[in-house]
Structure formats: structure tokens, C-alpha cells
């Protein structure tokens, strides 16, 4: 049946081991016990999360977990430092009130440029003293360069990245913090970030098409795909129609990609709009269109909310499917 996300393992495998460096991998991509395990079986110190929820689930395969989000504390929380090293985002004195008594240690959050979440490096200072007063145990900084994900500026992104961590290692280590941590990274600005003392990629494991038009992978550096069928075709528009919509790849289009996915083995083609249960592709000029029936195997834009949208992915080695993997994290948002 189809749609259905598959992972070849031999690719997946090779990513995991081509990334080099200190790793504490940001596992909110795959959501799935058995790849994380490869995570720390090649290295991986730890993970990062991005939720309580994510984290319950992957403290059966890991007893180091950051959660690299400015948490608001419940007993949930307390609850789960009592199982794991705990690490845990923080951007306000507000939100470190509410970590007195956790078990918790902090990692302030830094806005290296994206403009999201974190404060400036220049209010780092304030926002340290005050949670060293409460008596949290705080670790260092990190940050998300997600100014990375647009064309030409993943160098740029990690040097704002390595400036911001750079001045919070200066500032922690006067004030008494011994050897901060200084986490960074994402996964199309790992490669040049020079200050941090870990980096926490995600999207590595698996690349996905916005990877591809920024020049993070090729098309051989892709490890999962979406299988689905052509299920409608328009030789007046040039044109095939799949199963496989916004309910399975996701619906993400940042403004420079050139679709909502790409199809491997056709570089020119091009998802052109998503309903809930239709992808529509573009197909080349001059080019044969597939007939109703045939798969093709769609490559998303963006990885991360696909395993958010299924249950199980099949693995594929030398072709064939040989085992299913439950997707343990799911809807654990």
C-alpha cells in the first residue's frame, strides 16, 4: 500500500557516520528508538529533544537528554530528571523560577540570528546571575542557527553562531561556570561551526529536499523517500497526480524552494501543490509520463514533519523491505 515512508539503511548508516565531531543528535527529526540507538552507537553523547513528551520516549535508549526549548516546568519534568541526566532550555528568569527543585540542569538559549527564541548575548550576563542566585545548576549556552536554511548563508549562520557562543564562553566562565557547554548547530551550518562544543544536527540522518537545493547533500546523500503510486495523469498539462499530499510529506515551502518536494531519479520534476491526499508534480518536458499505477518516490521538502505524520516506516536493504520500525515518538509534540 502506499503512501509509506521508507529508509534505506545502507544511506542512513552512512550519514550517521559521516558527521563528524561531538554529537548530541536532535532526534524531533526520525522520532524512532532503533536510529537513535545507531546515534549513540557511533558516538553521539547524547540527544536533544525538543519536548517533554519526546523525551519520556527516548529515555528508554538514552540516559543524557537535552531539551532544546525554553521549557515552562511541570511535574512532568520533575518526573523524568528523576530517570535521566536532564538538561533543559531557558531564556527568562520567569522560566528558571519554575526550575528551582526540578533536578534540571540549564543551558541559557542565545539568538544568534535567527530571531526566535533566546536572548541577545548582551543580556546573557543578567539572565545568568540570576539563575546562579536561584541555585540552578546552570551548564552553559546554546543556540539554533536556523538563518542557515536559506540560500548562500550556512557560513554566515555558523560564524554568527561561533561570535555568540564564543562571547557566552567568555561571560559564563567569568562568572564561575567551569568548562561550559556551548551547543550549536543545525545541519546545513554543522560543517563550518568552529566554536561550539557540541552540535546537535538532525535532518543529517536522513537529508531531504530543502538539503538538496542549499547544497548540504546530493541525491545520493538521501536516505528516506516517500513511496506512492500515480494514481492520475494529465497529458494536457504534463502532469501526474499522487497519493501522497500534505497528510504524508507535510505541507513546508519555504519561499526559495522550487516545490514541495522533488522525485528521485527525475531531477527536473516538481511537486507544484499539495492537497490532503493529492500531490501534483510537474513533470519534464520531453519526458515520458509515468503511467497510472507506477511508484515514484518523492523526496519531501522537509523531513521532520513526515515521521510526525506516520506510525511505521519500512527499511529497505539491497532493495528489498526487511524490517518495520515504529515511529515510538509520534505525536509526542
Known sequence: MTPTVRIDLARLDANIAAQPGRLRPHVKTHKILEIARRQL???????????????????EV???????YPVWADKRLRDLAGRVRLSVGCDSLAAAERLVGVGAAVLIELDSGHHR???PVGELESLATGILDLGLDLRGAFTFPGHSYAPGGQEAAARDEDRALSAAGQILRALGVTDPVLSGGST??????????????GVY???????????????????????ATVVSRREDLHQIILDAGSKILGSDRPAWASGFGRVKGVPDARITALSEHHGTVAWPAGKSLPQVGEHVA?????????????????????????????????GRN
Do not use: K, M
Open 41 to 59: 552507537a557511533a558516538g553521539a553523547h547524547g540527544l536533544t529533544v525538543a519536548t517533554v513528551g519526546e523525551a519520556e520516549v527516548f529515555a
Open 205 to 227: 540522518v536522513f537529508n531531504d529536499a530543502q538539503q538538496l537545493e542549499l547544497g548540504t547533500c546530493d541525491w545520493a546523500g538521501i536516505a528516506l523517500t516517500v513511496l
Open 62 to 68: 538514552c540516559d543524557d537528554i537535552f531539551i532544546a
Open 188 to 201: 546545513p551550518s554543522a560543517r563550518y561551526s568552529q566554536v561550539a562544543t557540541e552540535r546537535r544536527p
Open 298 to 330: 518523492v523526496v519531501p521538502n522537509h523531513v521532520c514533519l513526515v515521521l510526525n505524520l506516520v506510525d511505521e516506516v519500512e527499511v529497505v536493504e539491497s532493495g528489498r523491505v526487511t524490517q518495520r520500525w515504529r515511529v515510538a515518538a509520534r
Open 117 to 119: 527564541s533566546g536572548v
